[in-house]
């Protein structure tokens, strides 16, 4: 017997916002190394520096998740300094990346803040990708109970 899960059944294991983000931020990625193709100057620079960008945002969505599924087995104000602690993490580790980027003059740091920005923009179009994965795995969203029911 094979033990081997197909690709759409791995894919199902992941928590489902998080494959959401992580597809936002792939198809971000391969819209912005598209992008930058026909301008001049050193495409191996630009396309690290996007690819670093955008790794960064797939770590920080993984991140984001791990905080806040340990967060909420916390206290109210053990919760709050572990969401703290996080975002802080986060950005300083991007900060970081973004000054040594710099000091290398060989990165472009302008392009690894556009790739993690794919993040913020991928955050807003979740619905599309909602939608998206639900085509793609066969499944639709239950529908939501009338509201007096709820309050009750």
Sequence with gaps: MNNRKGLLERLKEIHRTVLE??????????LFQ?????????????????LLGSA????????????????LDLEERSAQKAIYLG????YFLFIIVIVLAALTNWLKPLLIFLAYLSLKFTAYLQPLTHKLC??????????PLPEEEVTQ
């Design 134 to 143: 639900n085509k793609i795995f066969h499944e639709t969203d239950p529908d």
């Design 87 to 90: 975002y802080a993490t986060r």
């Design 21 to 30: 983000m992580e597809l936002g931020i792939l198809a971000f990625g391969i």
């Design 56 to 71: 960064m945002a797939f770590a920080a969505v993984l991140h984001m998740y791990r905080t806040l599924d340990r967060a």
């Design 34 to 50: 598209l992008g930058s193709l026909p301008f001049p100057g050193d495409r191996l620079a630009r396309a690290v520096s996007l």
